[in-house]
């Protein structure tokens, strides 16, 4: 991913460093982390519950849906960035599992 920023900001069109557009570069690195943070535990209860080949399987479901999600972004501009954060901590919820 950080690899990637540099590309992903040209290519939607947007300069992360302006003071308007830092909290979009934030949220793009660390939302992913954020939400592991919050939903290993859970995820891992709920795995202890139901089995966890089956929180695997989702897991992998999600994961593999919100990355396609993700990599399908048509839009410009801060639309496209908030498209990007939020298909990130949607995929971020298939890795918890």
């Known amino acids: 991913m950080l690899l990637a920023l540099p590309d992903i900001f040209r290519g939607v069109g947007i300069n992360p460093l302006t003071p308007g557009n830092t ?3 934030l949220w793009l690195i660390m939302g992913y982390m954020v939400a592991t943070a919050v939903l290993v535990v859970g995820f891992g209860r709920l795995g202890d519950m139901y089995g966890r080949v089956k929180m695997y399987n989702a897991g992998f479901a999600i994961f593999t849906v919100f990355s396609v999600l993700l990599a399908v972004t048509w839009m410009q501009s801060t639309l496209a960035v908030m498209w990007t954060i939020v298909m ?4 971020c919820a298939g890795g918890a599992c």
């Open 88 to 91: 990130r901590i949607l995929q």
């Open 23 to 25: 909290s979009l570069l």
